[in-house]
């Protein structure tokens, strides 16, 4: 699916902001605790969870196109390794906590906890990833609309000063 790639960059640009933006602050072991919870409730942590073996599919396919005599081996070799790399996705979910809990005192995370157990935030959580294709499709239209109108519009007004663009 043509979005994949597109949820992809998206996750790959919050993980960086998330890496980023981490800091060894300390937090209430209840607190970073509910934080977690939130992270993992509320659908963020699948990104996580599906970042590694995307990223070792990608790896593996770029190495069989320029070295195809290796694939065998190289198949072998990357399975043995995605455990050792999917360690991380429990990293990234402990600094998303972090920041979570940087943001949001524990009450507050205990109340939205409760929102998405129920059965509104669990159906808002379950259609979260189609509805995020559509809206990257929605956005993609609309940019370019938005782009066309603003070019039109700066040159209307700039041939009204004298030059043409």
């Known amino acids: 699916m043509i979005m994949k790639p597109l949820r992809a960059v998206l996750v790959g640009g919050f993980l960086a902001l998330a890496l980023a933006s981490a800091q060894a602050?300390?937090?209430a072991p209840g607190h970073l605790a509910a934080a977690r919870e939130l992270v993992a409730i509320t659908g963020i942590s699948r990104s996580?969870?599906?970042m590694v073996p995307q990223m070792m599919d990608q790896l593996e396919r770029t190495l069989k196109t320029t070295r195809p005599e290796i694939?065998?081996?190289l198949t072998a070799t990357m399975k043995e390794l995605t455990p050792e790399f999917a360690k991380g996705?429990?990293?990234?979910?402990?600094?998303?906590a972090r920041i979570v809990s940087k943001y949001m005192n524990e009450a507050e995370?205990?109340?939205s906890l409760t929102f998405f157990k129920s059965p509104a935030g669990k159906k808002y959580v379950e259609m979260q990833?189609?509805?995020?294709?559509q809206l990257v499709v929605a956005m993609q239209g609309?940019?370019?609309k938005l782009s066309a109108a603003m070019m039109t519009r700066?040159?209307?007004e700039m041939k009204k000063k004298g030059h043409d663009i």
């Open 142 to 144: 609309w940019s370019e």
């Open 154 to 156: 700066v040159r209307e």
């Open 129 to 133: 990833p189609q509805m995020l294709d």
């Open 71 to 73: 694939a065998k081996d």
């Open 89 to 96: 996705a429990d990293e990234m979910l402990t600094t998303s």
């Open 48 to 50: 996580f969870d599906a």
């Open 109 to 111: 995370i205990k109340d």
């Open 25 to 27: 602050q300390e937090v």
